[in-house]
């Protein structure tokens, strides 16, 4: 039990899960998912964001039922090995306001982590200024974490706090079935669908349920992280966690490759602009952001299916950080940063920093 | 022993403090008891991957990850915190397949004996080790293999030591335990309240 319990927490362990996730990106962009964009936590929790009407940008509106599914398979995972554990109460206001400016950064860019990965893996070149800009956020988070920088510690819970999140999914789920998309329509009951633009893109909904069960479930058991992955290159020389990122990034290039998803340039990329400096400085403020609340938006999401209620207020932070991201006129367009954009990425940074500075606690 | 309690923390944290413990305080052994898996695996690789010896007890549903430097064993470091010390930990060192010298038959009957009364130390029974001729007592055809298969579900730790399972060729014949070392051998002797040999 031992061995079978930990095999994904292993080098080939997280090497495959990576893998896993590169090619289900590439086949769900395949099976109808946006361009270069078969998974992104960012854009589908701003999708999620639309669907219930949070903002109204009706290119973007969709219950993405892949978020649904990673939190229920970390859900089913964290059950079966018996690691689900009730936690909360580590500064949530702290990682609301992360989560927001989380996604705020990342829209500004237009991807979290790991759709610069499959950016990058489709040929899009803007998504290197993405990427270093991501590593620069995280070394920044680094020296706060040396510098004694931590939110305190959690505290066990209810075991039905952990289920708040994860039944939170489930309403979600049952919300789509109970009013499901009508062709042509840009609301069905409730809820809000892109009639055009990313938002109408998607796969079938039990396609892209499944693919997110299985990736939930995986990056359960391998904590899967491209936020850590980083964080542990940078602050213990530990290249375990990298693994598996680069494992997402090379497979997903050789499925894009046989897909013909591969498209290498700058100009005319699948959601995404050129102006490198914004695709640079909103990466950096997501990346500092992630390391201050400890995870990826992905990661983030799987923690909160496993029992984090702290994680679980950081992923509704960012849901409410895409409203204020349409509402305000913060997230970029293939045409470029937003109106408020770049005042949006020097405030959030100068959150960030007051968070970093004045959050210290001893541990030990 | 150094403690390092880093429970209700998530990584980095565990594993910032035990690099601080093992990098510029220069520790050599130390204990980080963390509550949560994700940080038991790590805090666990990074200690490997400082050349470190890995040990790792659950306790109420906490880790206690006992770290050793291979290198440079000179440290006397006798402990003077025990890790939960809440009930005590009997470690059993077997290092013949016979119990007593004299009659070896008798020998062999009260080794049998011995090894099915064993049970009746309760919960305090916490390590059973086999050295030299007593891994001969975990092998295929031993008449004690049930007994011990019923004490490892038990949740007792059984080590086999691994050098005399190599120098009696019979290291693919071992039927329950763990294989080990002479590292493990110490520092479970180190870590038990009463280590008894037969």
Known sequence: MGKLKNIFATRWGIISVGAFIGVCAALLQKLGNPGNMGVCVACFGRDIAGAIGLH????????????????????????????????????????????????????????????????????????????????????????????????????????????????????????????????????????????????????????????????????????????????????????????????????????????????????????????????????????????????????????????????????????????????????????????????????????????????????? | MKLIDCRGFACPAPVLKTKEAVETRGLNELTVIVDNEAARQNVGRFLGSRNFEVLVQVEEGNFHIIGRRKEGMDSKGVMDEKPGAAKKKIMVMVAADRMGHGDDELGSKLIVSFLKTLKEMGDELWRLVFVNNGVKLTISGSEVLPVLKELEEGKIHILVCGTCLTHFNLLDKKQVGETTNMLDIVTAMQLADKVINI
């Not at chain 1, 993405?64 to 090995?81: D, K, N, T």
């Not at chain 1, 990122?245 to 100009?267: D, E, M, T, Y």
């Not at chain 1, 409203?323 to 405030?347: E, K, T, Y």
């Not at chain 1, 100068?350 to 606690?361: E, P």
């Open chain 1, 56 to 364: 109204q940008a009706g290119v973007v509106q969709y219950m993405r039922p892949e978020i649904i599914g990673f939190v229920l398979g970390s859900l089913l995972a964290a059950y079966i090995f018996k690691e689900f554990r009730a936690r909360a109460g580590s500064a949530p206001i702290a990682r609301f306001v992360l989560g927001v400016f989380a996604m705020i950064g990342a829209l500004v860019f237009l991807g979290c982590p790991w759709r610069a990965m499959l950016r990058l893996a489709a040929g899009d070149g803007n998504a290197i200024f993405g990427l270093l800009g991501l590593i620069g956020g995280i070394w920044t988070g680094t020296l706060f974490l040396k510098g004694g920088y931590n939110l305190g510690s959690v505290q066990k819970t209810y075991t039905s706090v952990g289920w708040l999140f994860p039944l939170t999914m489930l309403g979600f789920l049952i919300l789509m079935l109970i009013f499901p998309q009508i062709k042509g329509e840009a609301k069905s009951g409730i809820l809000f669908y892109s009639v055009k633009g990313p938002g109408a893109m998607h796969a079938f909904l039990p396609v892209s349920l499944a693919a997110g069960l299985a990736i939930g479930f995986l990056a359960q058991r391998s904590r899967f992280c491209t936020m850590g992955a980083f964080r542990d290159l940078i602050l213990f020389r530990q290249a375990h966690l990298l693994s598996g990122v680069i494992a997402l990034v090379v497979s997903a290039f050789i499925a894009n490759l046989l897909f013909q998803q591969f498209h290498p340039g700058f100009v005319k990329q699948p959601v995404a602009h050129t102006m490198q400096i914004w695709n640079f400085g909103g990466m950096v403020l997501a990346g500092l952001a992630f390391a201050l609340a400890g995870g990826c938006p992905g990661r983030q999401l799987f923690l909160a299916g496993e029992g984090d209620g702290d994680a679980a207020v950081f992923v509704m932070g960012m849901i409410v950080g895409a409203g204020f991201a349409h509402n305000f006129g913060l997230a970029s367009s293939p045409n470029g940063v937003g109106p408020h954009g770049i005042a949006a990425v020097i405030i959030g940074l100068l959150v960030c920093l007051f968070i970093g500075f004045t959050m210290r606690k001893r541990v030990g």
